[in-house]
């Protein structure tokens, strides 16, 4: 069984090298300096996560052909887009190593390269695959209505698990969900097929983020700072639900979020010493084993044993 993501691109090393290619292509486009804003982030990297999700998920009916190759590029753009709003409205100042868009060329410079990512994933969507359009609109309005709610935080602080779990489907979940149904669909997958790999995605997308709220509490050096989140009003689960078992937490949570750092660490240790860990590591592991039952619906083939490996890989990772 793959677990490593690195692992599991190796055998869709070609895919994923045009995929990588037509995606320098789509982000330098357009006038200066938004298209060198938006190359500036695409050529960051990352971990391909949704492009390698889609073209695994078409893998599974039929081998991946030009049109799917064009939508693993269109999830990324959509995904990179997000970022690039993300890092202006929580005035970020570095990713994936480098200083971002922001930094460099400015906030307004920063948004139109995002909106600039966003019309070429829409002509991408339009002229290869016309049909997943109305399910990509969809998931825009998911990502965007969960920004907004997320950024209700910056006022003010809503430590509820119902704010958390919206903001969780609609800003995570969604993407994955999309990607693996967009990849069924182009494949020519039955409809039952097809929406048991958008229920696969879409718990693959929840897992990741539980995980992701993990590392805040490891014991291991992540690079990731704790609590870094919470004064830019974001919310991490772990904190969610020591916060309901411990009301006498809202205090601090509200100095964090008005900027007085002072009571992190007590805050974090608090978090450990809860338990809330140990409750989001099962739920993590609750939803991956909820998505295998979805791609176990799907007939067995490389590809599904593979997606199957960075499922249960990511849930690995917070153990």
């Known amino acids: ?18 995929v990588e290619q037509l995606l320098r292509l789509a982000s330098d486009q357009g006038p200066a300096p938004g298209r060198d804003a938006a190359a500036h982030l695409v050529a960051g990297g ?18 991946p052909g030009p049109a799917a190759r064009q939508m693993a590029v269109v999830v990324e753009l959509v995904h990179s887009a997000t970022l690039m709003h993300d890092d202006v409205i929580d005035d970020g100042d570095e990713r994936r190593g480098k200083p971002t868009a922001r930094k460099v060329w400015g906030n307004a410079v920063s948004v139109l ?21 109305p399910g990509l609109l969809a998931t825009l309005r998911r990502l965007v209505e969960g920004e ?22 609609d800003k995570t979940a969604s993407l994955f969900g999309w990607a693996t149904r967009a990849g069924a669909t182009l494949a020519g997958a039955d409809s039952e097929s097809i929406e048991r ?45 020591a916060c309901a078992g411990r009301p006498e937490l809202h205090s601090a949570l509200q100095r964090i979020h008005a900027g007085d750092l002072s009571p992190v660490g007590a805050v974090s240790n608090a978090v450990r010493d809860s338990g809330a860990c140990d409750e989001v590591r099962r739920r993590a592991e609750t939803f991956t084993a909820d998505a295998l039952s979805a791609l176990r619906s799907v007939a067995p083939t490389p590809a599904r044993h593979i997606l199957e490996g960075v499922a249960t890989g990511l849930v690995e990772r917070a153990i």
């Open 1 to 18: 069984m793959v677990h490593r993501v690195e692992d599991v691109q190796a055998l869709v090393a070609d895919d994923l090298a045009e």
């Open 46 to 63: 990352g971990k391909r996560i949704r492009p390698l999700a889609l073209l695994l998920a078409h893998s599974c009916f039929a081998p």
């Open 113 to 133: 390269a995002g909106d600039l990512l966003l019309v070429r994933a829409l002509e991408t969507t339009s002229l290869h695959a016309p049909e997943l359009m």
């Open 148 to 169: 907004v709610i997320q950024l209700r935080g910056r006022v003010t602080l809503d430590p509820s698990e119902a704010t958390y779990e919206r903001i969780l489907q």
């Open 197 to 241: 790999m958008g229920e696969f995605g879409e718990g693959l997308g929840v897992a990741f983020q539980l995980v992701d709220d993990l590392l805040d509490y490891s014991e291991t050096n992540t690079g990731k700072t704790a609590l870094a989140d919470l004064s830019e009003g974001k919310l991490t689960l772990p904190l969610v639900l």
